[in-house]
């Protein structure tokens, strides 16, 4: 699951209005007592307060990570990990576990034993990261339909993931998708694009579709031509079967945006 829950996106922009605001009456009164303020002030004031807290959100990314494709089974372990990429240092971002905050989680959760921790660092661009990340040694069964919430009070902002784990005697069939990474999601960067499934046999019928158009069929009006998309298959060494359909985008630009 990927994208910005729509509750939040709502409170994201009211949440960075009411900051702006706030700070523009606190300001503006300040000055009103000096003696120098004017309607047209004001209205800068009010402009310049807008443009930089719609820049700090537009310039915020979330990223959601579970297990692959090859880790969603029984007995398989891998990383876990909520992180946002803002233009400032975000001590407020957390993650919630099943509508639980991770620092809340109880003896009875099988969780607690990922020993999830938080740290953040400057990125080479100025940006900041907010990690949260834990380990999962092994999966049980109830680890599955684990829905993941990572969510920022400081950006009103946040992004969810649900978590599916098989029990390889049950249901061996999985699929992935990955687009860029929170620092490759910006205009210029680029990135590798992958829709894969994993099964117990090989599966000719798999596709992707963008934009509800098949990989095969776009245009040359879409931006996604580009990534020249292909599909392969192999066989894993458990015996079960990957299909995967495979692009890389050189240069995002605005027209990849809401995909």
């Not at 494709?69 to 993650?95: H, K, L, R, W």
Request: charged share 15%.
């Amino acid at each position: 699951s990927s994208g910005i829950n729509a509750e939040y996106g709502d409170h994201c922009r009211t949440g960075a209005i009411t900051s702006s605001l706030q700070s523009l009456f606190f300001f503006s009164s300040r000055i009103h007592r000096a003696g120098v303020a004017t309607e047209s002030m004001i209205a800068l004031l009010l402009f310049l307060a807008l443009q930089a807290d719609s820049a700090a959100v537009n310039e915020t990314h979330i990223t959601v990570r579970g297990p692959k494709p090859s880790q969603a089974y029984v007995g398989e372990g891998s990383s876990v990990t909520c992180a946002i990429n803002a233009p400032y240092f975000d001590d407020s971002f957390t993650m919630f576990v099943n509508n639980v905050n991770y620092t809340n989680l109880n003896s009875s959760s099988p969780w607690l034993a990922a020993n999830f921790t938080k740290s953040a660092w400057r990125e080479t661009n100025g940006t900041y990261t907010t990690a949260i990340e834990g380990f999962v040694d092994y999966y049980t069964m109830q680890h599955d339909s684990t829905y993941l919430f990572c969510f920022s009070p400081q950006y009103q902002i946040g992004d969810g993931l649900w978590i599916r784990i098989t029990d390889r005697q049950t249901n061996d069939t999985h699929f992935t998708i990955r687009g860029p990474k929170p620092s490759q999601a910006y205009v210029g960067e680029g990135s590798s694009v992958t829709c894969a499934i994993n099964a117990p046999y090989f599966d000719d019928s798999f596709t992707m579709f963008i934009n509800n158009v098949n990989y095969t069929n776009l245009n040359s009006s879409s931006p996604w031509l580009a990534a020249n998309f292909t599909k392969s298959a192999w066989r894993e060494t458990n015996g079960t079967y990957t299909t995967a359909i495979e692009g890389f985008v050189d240069y995002y630009t605005m027209q990849h945006d809401s995909t």
